[in-house]
């Protein structure tokens, strides 16, 4: 392959990543009226047949995000970058639906002191491995040439 080929191929693969960026561009600027039409029509308040599934469903793909992302900081592994980050946004839903659907003051204080002291920190933990084991990766491929 010609170093013109080359080039031509990283070109490329340049517009194709630069579509896929004004693509999420476009989706978060297409989100912000869909969030401010929801929370003008949306209900304060809605019963939800099936709450008790969604909270459980939801802390059991948490608690396997926790899982993968523990065995893979055990196991030293650079796979652990994306479990990580997920386990981290999973950890702030979590903290953040927790305080704002408390029904009652005392579950609200409890959703909070939780918050503050272990799901926030956690992801804060789980965001610095990710970005740790991220930057030592990147420092090897660059290293190799």
């Known amino acids: 392959m010609t170093g013109d080929a080359l080039h031509d191929l990283d070109?490329?693969?340049?517009?194709?990543?630069?579509?896929?960026?004004?693509?999420?561009?476009?989706?978060?600027?297409?989100?912000?009226?869909?969030?401010?039409?929801?929370?003008?029509?949306?209900?304060?308040?809605?019963?939800?047949?099936?709450?008790?599934?969604?909270?459980?469903?939801?802390?059991?793909?948490?608690?396997?995000?926790?899982?993968?992302?523990?065995?893979?900081?055990?196991?030293?592994?650079?796979s652990v970058v994306l479990p990580a980050a997920g386990t981290a946004a999973l950890l702030v839903t979590d903290a953040w639906f927790d305080v704002v659907t408390a029904s009652r003051s005392g579950q609200r204080e409890v959703a909070l002191v939780l918050a503050v002291l272990v799901e926030v920190p956690l992801a804060v933990l789980s965001l610095a491995v990710a970005?740790?084991?991220?930057?030592?990766?990147?420092?090897?491929?660059?290293?190799?040439?």
């Open 11 to 78: 070109a490329a693969r340049r517009r194709r990543i630069d579509r896929v960026g004004r693509f999420y561009l476009l989706a978060a600027a297409l989100l912000v009226p869909w969030v401010v039409y929801l929370a003008v029509v949306l209900p304060s308040r809605q019963l939800s047949a099936h709450y008790d599934l969604a909270w459980a469903g939801f802390d059991a793909a948490l608690a396997v995000s926790l899982l993968v992302t523990g065995v893979l900081v055990v196991r030293h592994s650079p």
């Open 131 to 145: 970005l740790r084991v991220l930057r030592r990766v990147t420092s090897a491929s660059t290293a190799r040439g």
